[in-house]
């Protein structure tokens, strides 16, 4: 899965956790007739919301796939209550569902002469179950804030990715982390800046864990994306 790809199913997962949708018990979450899936994410948190993403591929058309799940869902049929869609983020097509405190999402476009594909996502509304998730910990430079924060827990692959933001200066930043992590005794195995001080790169490694920073000159702000495989700090 692209960059851009996954952006754009986050976006649609936070775009309609805003609109209205049915709430009803029991609905399974099919792929299309005949069409071929992967698991992209098994086990993933975005802001602390749990979901899973697979990809899928089809030789029917878009149409096909959106009548698919627009029969199943459509008001007073088995699975009855209605749906949401858009088309607001072109090329996709964007089906959406909520149904025993989860979001299930379907994201379409066309493929080939014929054909379609798209992403089938699921994810808890911790909002709407009336449950809370706990953020796990990450060191942080006092007032920064968190834009984004993604969990992927799927079986032989643990890691974590972070986007914070402060007003604090690179170097200030990058002199915050090469601390913090020696003191907890990890080796560092880069730590350059690069962009005449626009930007700098950190990398630390404790036996099999390991995190890579970018800091980075954003104006009047500093942006800090974090890749992180240690269970410490993902757990």
């Known amino acids: 899965m692209n960059a851009a790809a996954l952006t754009r199913l986050l976006s649609a997962i936070a775009l309609f956790t805003l609109l209205p949708c049915a709430v009803r018990a029991g609905m399974d979450f099919p792929p299309p007739p005949d069409a071929k899936t992967e698991w992209v994410a098994q086990d993933m ?3 602390n919301i749990a979901m899973k993403i697979r990809r899928f591929e089809s030789d029917h058309s878009v149409q096909q796939v959106l009548g698919f799940y627009r029969e199943r869902w459509r008001a007073g049929g088995d699975y009855g209550g209605g749906f949401a869609e858009t088309d607001a983020m072109e090329p996709w097509i964007i089906l959406s569902r909520v149904e025993n405190q989860r979001l299930y999402t379907v994201q379409v476009q066309s493929h080939g002469a014929r054909g379609s594909w798209g992403y089938l996502g699921e994810s808890d509304l911790p909002a709407l179950a009336g449950k809370t998730r706990t953020q796990s910990r990450f060191p942080a430079m006092s007032n ?3 834009l984004n924060d993604i969990v992927n827990r799927d079986t032989g692959s643990r890691g974590r990715t ?8 690179v170097e200030s930043n990058a002199s915050f982390y090469r601390s913090h992590f020696r003191r907890q005794g990890w080796t560092a195995d880069m730590d350059q ?6 930007r700098h790169v950190l990398a630390f490694r404790n036996g099999p864990d390991t995190v890579n920073l970018v800091i980075t000159d954003a104006g009047d702000r500093t942006n800090v994306i974090a890749g992180v495989t240690t269970r410490e700090l993902i757990e």
């Open 45 to 47: 948190e975005l802001n």
């Open 193 to 198: 800046t690069v962009e005449t001080g626009r």
């Open 162 to 169: 972070l986007l914070l933001s402060n007003g604090y200066s």
């Open 144 to 146: 920064s804030t968190v």
